[in-house]
């Protein structure tokens, strides 16, 4: 497990080219960073930092837009032989930390099919900017029969996160190589 870890942020930290303020911490007490004493500095046992939202969303959206290296993307073969890429989701949910780390997600419902036969899953992720916050959401479906990865709600979750996110920008390319 710590070998996958490392090599995830391997491969992450090789796609990001260090987004100043990525790790940004800001403090109540000074209004200066002159005036700032070793408490407002986080150096003191009072300091608190409040709020860790520090790039307004065009630049958010910027670096979820670029194209996710070919290292973190796998492949599914349907069992019609159709290979098909994908970003796992605790890839993009990694992506997320390290571009948004303000985000937040949330499943907005579950519901099956008439016939019982489908479960969907409709999921909403939020990104919070310096300037703005905004969302998006979208579906996820799957067979209840299809049990070859996890379960099917777990299954229709993990696509309507991965197809939410993509509403952002973020593996939207994959989508278009089919049309290619």
């Known amino acids: 497990m710590a ?3 490392y090599l995830s942020r391997r491969a992450l930290s090789a796609w990001n080219s260090k987004v100043e303020g990525s790790g940004c911490r800001r403090y109540s007490k ?3 960073a002159s005036a700032a004493t070793a408490d407002d500095r986080g150096e003191g046992e009072d300091a608190a930092p409040t709020s860790g939202i520090c790039r307004p ?14 290292s973190l993307i796998k492949t599914r073969h349907e069992p019609n032989g159709f290979a098909i890429r994908y970003i796992p989701w605790h890839t993009v949910n990694r992506i997320l930390n390290l571009h948004a780390p303000e985000w937040s997600g949330e499943v907005r419902s579950i519901s099956y099919s008439g016939d019982g036969k489908s479960v969907s899953v409709v999921y909403r992720v939020t990104l919070y900017g ?3 916050e905004i969302f998006r959401e979208s579906i996820g479906t799957a067979s209840i029969d299809d049990t070859s990865y996890g379960d099917p709600v777990q299954k229709a979750e993990a696509m309507a996160f991965r197809r939410a996110c993509a509403r952002f920008g973020l593996g939207l390319h994959l ?5 290619s």
């Open 30 to 32: 000074a209004t200066s």
């Open 57 to 70: 969303l065009s630049e958010i959206l910027k670096e979820l837009n670029k194209k996710v290296p070919d």
């Open 130 to 132: 310096t300037d703005a």
């Open 3 to 5: 070998k996958l870890k």
């Open 175 to 179: 989508y278009h190589e089919d049309a």
